[in-house]
């Protein structure tokens, strides 16, 4: 499939990636990126996109966060870092190509997903300011290797905008709050 230049609304998938309790501490600036995964989720909610999340051997790692939990879908239970490897590519509604992927750890689990989703054809936008690390030197490597592979990095805020279209959509004055936070 050929990248859109455009992200759509009506053609993307929330993907939150292991932002599991015993794990969000430990990641450089992990509240901050909590905070930027919990509002594009709020965002996703508000303009009927999908949300699937992941957890990395929960057993060890525990549930993803509360705070995440409520705005999910599906979550999908894993053991591989490649989410694809234990049944995310059959959870995502087959006529929303677009995904974008936000959360923990960006050069582990996050990046290995990604690049298998390319890899499989899939339009895959990152959010940089919604992903982390224990170290930045691994985000940012891992964020470099993603964009060399065809992954599109935005923020947050470029998503919200790009997903209303414009100041009339209904949920703007509710996106605009948030995007305000």
């Not at 300011?129 to 030197?137: I, N, Q, T, Y």
């Given at each position: 499939m050929t990248q859109s230049l455009h992200i759509d609304a009506l053609q993307s998938t929330l993907i939150l990636v292991d932002l599991q309790g015993r794990l969000m501490p430990?990641?450089?600036?992990?509240?901050?990126?909590?905070?930027?995964?919990?509002?594009?989720?709020?965002?996703?909610?508000?303009l009927n996109i999908p949300v699937i999340s992941t957890e990395?051997?929960?057993?060890?790692?525990?549930?993803?966060?509360?705070?995440?939990?409520?705005?999910?879908?599906?979550?999908i239970t894993k053991e591989h870092f490649n989410a694809c490897a234990d049944g995310l590519i059959e959870a995502l509604p087959a006529s929303r190509p677009q995904l974008i992927l936000i959360g923990c750890e960006t050069h582990v689990c996050l990046m290995q997903t990604a690049l298998q989703l390319i890899e499989d054809g899939f339009d895959v936008s990152i959010a940089?300011?919604?992903?982390?690390?224990?170290?930045?030197?691994?985000?940012?490597?891992?964020?470099?290797?993603?964009?060399?592979?065809?992954?599109?990095?935005?923020?947050?805020?470029?998503l919200a905008f790009e997903w209303l279209k414009s100041a009339k959509n209904s949920a703007f004055k509710e996106v605009l709050a948030l995007v305000k936070q």
């Open positions: 430990a990641i450089d600036q992990g509240e901050h990126v909590l905070r930027q995964c919990i509002r594009t989720a709020k965002i996703a909610k508000l990395q051997s929960p057993a060890s790692l525990g549930a993803n966060v509360d705070a995440i939990k409520i705005y999910c879908d599906q979550t940089v300011d919604g992903v982390g690390s224990r170290h930045p030197l691994d985000k940012k490597l891992a964020l470099d290797r993603m964009h060399s592979a065809g992954a599109r990095l935005i923020t947050t805020e470029m």
